[in-house]
Antibody
C-alpha cells in the first residue's frame, strides 16, 4: 500500500523559512516523479512544484519560483520542500503527491499525503 | 496557462438522484499522439486529502464505485454520480495534466438536498 507522510509544517513569521518532508513507502520511490501541492484554508488546490524521479529536473509555480526549492533523497525515500522568504499568502495545507507514471512520462496525482499546515503570520 | 472552470460552484441533490458537475478548459487537453484527454477528477472530504476518482477523463480508479463516471473530450467534461449516496458529500475538483503548470478547477461543493 502506498503511504506518503507529510511533516514539517508549523507557524513561521513573514520572511522566515521552513522545510517540509514527505516520507514514502509501498512503492519504488526512485522510479516516480513527486510533487508538492497546496490548499489555502477554505480554498482550492494549487500545484507548487515537481521533481523528477532521479532529482535532475524540477519545476515550480510562478508564485513560488526563486523562494522554494524541491529536492529528494532516494536512499531515504523522502522528498523535501525548502521554503524561504515566506509570505502570508503561502499559508496553506501542503500535500506531497505521487504521480502516475508510464513509459517514462508522468501524469495525474494518484496518491496524496495527509497534508501539513504551514501558517505564515507575525 | 490552461484555466479550468467548473460549474456549478455548489450543488444540492437528493439521495438516489443524479448529480452532474461540469468542467471546461481554456484550451483542448486532448493529446493527438494517443487520443487521450489529460483530465482527472478528485473527491475531497472535509479534513482529508484529495482522492483520485477518474483519470484520462473517463477511466475510473480502482476501487471507485461505478456510480461515478466521467465523460467529455477536448475542452468540455462532466463528472456524473448516477445515484447520490450520503458518503458522496464532498468537494470535487477537475485537473488538467496536459501542459504545465498543472491546473485545477475551483471546486464544486456537493451536498444533500
Amino acid at each position: 500500500e502506498v503511504q506518503l507522510l507529510d511533516s514539517g509544517g508549523g507557524l513561521v513569521q513573514p520572511g522566515g523559512s521552513l522545510r517540509l518532508s514527505c516520507g514514502a513507502s509501498g512503492f519504488t520511490f526512485s522510479s516516480y516523479d513527486m510533487s508538492w501541492l497546496r490548499q489555502p484554508p477554505g480554498k482550492g488546490l494549487e500545484w507548487v512544484s515537481t521533481i523528477s524521479s532521479g532529482g535532475i529536473y524540477t519545476n515550480y509555480a510562478d508564485s513560488v519560483k526563486g523562494r522554494f526549492t524541491v529536492s529528494r533523497d532516494n536512499s531515504k525515500n523522502t522528498v523535501y520542500l525548502q521554503m524561504n522568504s515566506l509570505r502570508a499568502e503561502d499559508t496553506a495545507v501542503y500535500y506531497c503527491a505521487k504521480r502516475y507514471c508510464s513509459g517514462g512520462t508522468c501524469f495525474h496525482f494518484e496518491n496524496w499525503g495527509q497534508g501539513t499546515l504551514v501558517t505564515v503570520s507575525s | 496557462d490552461i484555466v479550468m472552470t467548473q460549474s456549478p460552484d455548489s450543488l444540492a441533490v437528493s439521495l438516489g438522484e443524479r448529480a452532474t458537475i461540469n468542467c471546461k478548459s481554456s484550451q483542448s487537453v486532448l493529446h493527438s499522439s494517443n487520443n487521450k484527454n489529460y483530465l482527472a477528477w478528485y473527491q475531497q472530504k472535509p479534513g482529508q486529502p484529495p482522492k483520485l476518482l477518474i483519470h484520462w477523463a473517463s477511466t475510473r480508479e480502482s476501487g471507485v464505485p461505478d456510480r461515478f463516471s466521467g465523460s467529455g473530450s477536448g475542452t468540455d467534461f462532466n463528472l456524473i454520480i448516477s445515484s447520490l449516496q450520503a458518503e458522496d458529500v464532498a468537494v470535487y475538483y477537475c485537473h488538467q495534466y496536459y501542459s504545465p503548470p498543472h491546473s485545477f478547477g475551483q471546486g464544486t461543493k456537493l451536498e444533500i438536498k
